[in-house]
């Protein structure tokens, strides 16, 4: 294999750098020939925008490679009419994910935002009513999704947390949710009156846009808890505002929102059961670390087969 000429745009871990740096031949994006990017042979990109007047701009280009899931900042027809191959690293932050989930769940159950706000502005009591949480043991979760990240959360509430969990995914068989003893739900209605904590986790798609909206609220009960670490669109915000707002239902807590970053004026930062995270889901240093190496080595694999 002879060392293809790499170029990494965005900012990478930096374990992840010297395992590039070791494995190909680097321009990062601290080096001023990062402009000069025409004699680049593949790329490494996080939320860099490969579109076609880029990809033109490099005729030497045989890789991309996302440092991530999501590939909606590629041109994946013009990379394909061009026969570049494009790679992501979809396993690389499921754990993540999936611990930022429970640790929203938690969050919310035993309402540590308001306590630690309510702490700070000075408090006259010890364990007061406003403060009074849940536990989650025994409860249901309500997996909306049962992919990777999913599946995920299912085993570490059920292992961890004596919870049951219910699914709704139309494209997952009752056997699978059997085999990791979940209990599959027909209808997503069904599963939302069933479940204390939903947790969302599909792609963004025509059916799942807004697919958590005013209907969907008015069946949860009083005690429920809404977790959305998928995409922003797929819950809609207005009508999770009115029904924390009103308090008809527990709480939330959004790792991702519909305009993104969020803006700290969102009507829903001032409702008190509501916690809210800025797309931190994959944010750790060990899901950075594997989706830098791992694109490392999608393009070491693709040129040592060519
Ligand atoms: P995945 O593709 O493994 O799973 C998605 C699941 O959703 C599949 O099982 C699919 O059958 C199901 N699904 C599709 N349409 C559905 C519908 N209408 N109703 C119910 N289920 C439906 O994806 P994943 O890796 O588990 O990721 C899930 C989501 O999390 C994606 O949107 C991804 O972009 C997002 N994500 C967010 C972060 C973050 O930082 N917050 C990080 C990684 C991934």
């Not at 790679?87 to 540590?112: F, G, H, M, R």
């Not at 969907?216 to 809609?236: A, C």
Request: with cysteine.
């Amino acid at each position: 294999m002879s060392i293809i000429k790499t170029f990494i745009f965005d900012p990478i871990e930096s374990v992840a750098l010297d395992y590039a740096k070791k494995h190909l031949d680097i321009v990062d994006w601290t080096d001023k020939g990062i402009n000069n990017y025409s004699q680049a042979e593949a790329v490494i990109i996080r939320t860099f925008k490969m579109t076609k007047e880029v990809i033109d701009k490099m005729p030497e280009l045989k890789i991309i490679a996302k440092h991530g899931v999501g590939l909606d900042n590629i041109d994946l027809d013009y990379a394909k009419s061009k026969g570049i191959k494009v790679t992501n690293t979809p396993l690389a932050n499921i754990n993540s994910v999936a611990e930022l989930v429970v640790a929203l769940a938690l969050n919310c159950a035993k309402k540590i935002n308001l306590s630690h706000q309510l702490v700070t502005q000075g408090i006259s009591k010890i364990a007061p009513f406003e403060l009074t949480g849940f536990e989650i043991q025994n409860k249901t979760v309500g997996l909306v999704g049962l992919g990777r990240i999913g599946t995920l959360v299912g085993k570490k509430l059920k292992n961890g947390f004596d919870m049951k969990v219910g699914v709704y995914d139309p494209y997952t068989s009752k056997q699978k949710c059997e085999e990791e003893g979940f209990i599959k739900y027909e209808q997503l209605n069904d599963l939302i009156k069933a479940s204390q904590v939903i947790s969302i986790s599909v792609p963004l798609t025509k059916d799942t846009e807004n697919l958590i909206s005013h209907k969907e609220f008015s069946l949860m009960e009083p005690n429920t808890i809404v977790i959305n670490t998928s995409r922003g669109k797929v819950v809609d915000e207005n009508a999770l505002y009115e029904s924390l707002n009103q308090e008809k239902i527990f709480g939330a807590a959004l790792d991702v929102f519909a305009e993104e970053p969020v803006s700290k004026d969102h009507p829903l930062f001032t409702c008190n059961n509501f916690i809210g995270t800025p797309h931190n889901g994959a944010n750790t240093k060990e899901a950075l670390i594997r989706m830098g190496t791992g694109a490392v080595d999608e393009i070491i694999n693709i040129s040592s087969n060519n």
